[in-house]
DNA sequence: CTAACTTCGTGATGCAGATCACAGGTGATT
DNA sequence: AATCACCTGTGATCTGCATCACGAAGTTAG
């Protein structure tokens, strides 16, 4: 079959091998059979928004492969990113089930594989199947979790270099990583980039490093981070 | 009947006059006959807690009468009001339906009349009531809806002075004065607790106030406040 | 009607971090 | 190897707001 974007496309949900791992995809077969004619598998490159904040709902975007940003932007250009989502996830949910405009952008950050189903499609589909509605449901509840930390985040920590702290240990915590002495962990994202998941500005991010890197509690090979001190980095996460 | 806290209690959600308005109790016959027969009418004092964040989800809080306010709180005792609830939302919503913990804190500000449901027969009348549980998905995605809001506004602003001017703005719009051109509010809230709101300290807010009273763009009366100059005000919000 | 709280108003001070400005790195592309 | 585009590192400066500190003004209670 064609595979555009360097991508090994699964044609059905099907016979999707990673299906069982994911919270929504997961459906009772007369569920899943009934998704299965309504979706759209597509593909996209790195770079391709998948919808804009503001816009109308058209639908959801059940991200397969690769990895989506999600960001919020204000009128001056400043720009917030919200979360990495990463397969299994479901995006544009809300909006499509509340009918208001999508609340952020998505954008991809490596070529995606993602399952589309236009809105009215998905709406049915979720009368048909309450199996299915209550698994939106819990991925609502996730993503209201996820957003609640993000809250929390935000509005609690009173320094750029705690919100930092945090976030590399939430980065090491998803690797499996979390257990071992010295969490490695892969830095895919810019310093400006990283600046704009903790609300801080670029310049504050490579002096956080740099003083992180002094103090020996991280050190970065290439783009890998080695958390040398896990303790010293957790106290700086929790106290101020 | 006895009514405490000065409330005059609803027994009855099937008789309940207001439940047209309000999306999640407006269901169709069979599923509000059966939410009747779970749910318990609990009556709370003013600065009752329902739930605090961290515990393991009971159940919902279904909000009748009253207001709630709803805070996370850091380690060292700083808070943030998430928001104020109004009657007709449903609290510990998401919590219930993931089995994660509440991730807020609920605490009355008002004497409040609440439906109470225990969260393993919340579940079961969710698989039973496909209508309900969309119902649940909608409600959910208002919150997260909410909660992105919360986000943009704490993380994109630049200064105080804007998160306060879009809280008086938002404030003003829910008392159906929004289309008056010197709206009025009350401010039920002390400068404390609209500095938790914003993610300020209390000094400022005062300053805050001092100065757009200066500039004539509100003044207050005893507990009103008028905005006497919407579009400075919304200047405002928006720049910076 | 005074006491005891709570909330509000305002000055003084200090610091975290935004912003500007530029220099050195790194990797692609040709 | 040379150009370009984009990252990273670092100094200098400037400001918003947290924090401390205290006194005034409301509010509740005895």
């Known amino acids: ?4 974007y360097g991508l090994d ?6 016979t999707c091998k990673t299906r069982s791992e994911r919270l929504f995809c997961d459906l009772p077969a007369p569920a899943l059979q009934a998704f299965e004619g ?18 109308a709902p058209r639908g959801i975007f059940v991200l397969c492969k690769g990895r989506v ?9 400043k720009t917030l990113i919200v979360k990495i989502a990463e397969p299994g996830e479901v995006l544009g949910l809300s909006a499509s089930v509340s009918g208001k405009p999508y609340e952020l952008t998505a954008e991809t950050i490596d070529p995606c594989q993602v399952n589309f189903v236009k809105r009215e499609d998905f709406l049915r589909f979720l009368r048909d199947h309450a199996d299915a509605c209550f698994r939106v449901a819990e991925q609502l509840s996730e993503k209201y979790n996820a957003a609640c930390h993000e809250v929390r985040s935000l509005g609690l920590s009173h320094s750029a270099g705690e919100k930092l702290a945090k976030l590399l240990l939430e980065w090491s915590s998803k690797n499996g990583e979390a257990t071992k002495m010295e969490p490695r962990l892969k830095l895919a994202l810019t310093h400006e980039e990283i600046a704009q998941m903790i609300g801080t500005s670029r310049e504050t991010v490579t002096r956080l490093f740099a003083d992180l890197k002094k103090r020996q509690i991280v050190q970065s090979k290439g783009s890998t981070l080695i ?13 101020n």
């Open 1 to 4: 079959m064609i595979s555009p």
């Open 38 to 55: 309504i979706k759209y598998a597509t593909a996209y490159p790195k770079g391709a928004v998948l919808f804009v904040e503001g816009q």
């Open 227 to 239: 958390i040398r001190n896990k303790t010293a980095l957790r106290m700086i996460a929790t106290n």
């Open 69 to 77: 940003k999600l960001s919020i932007c204000s009128t001056d250009g």
């Open 9 to 14: 496309i699964v044609e059905s949900c099907l």
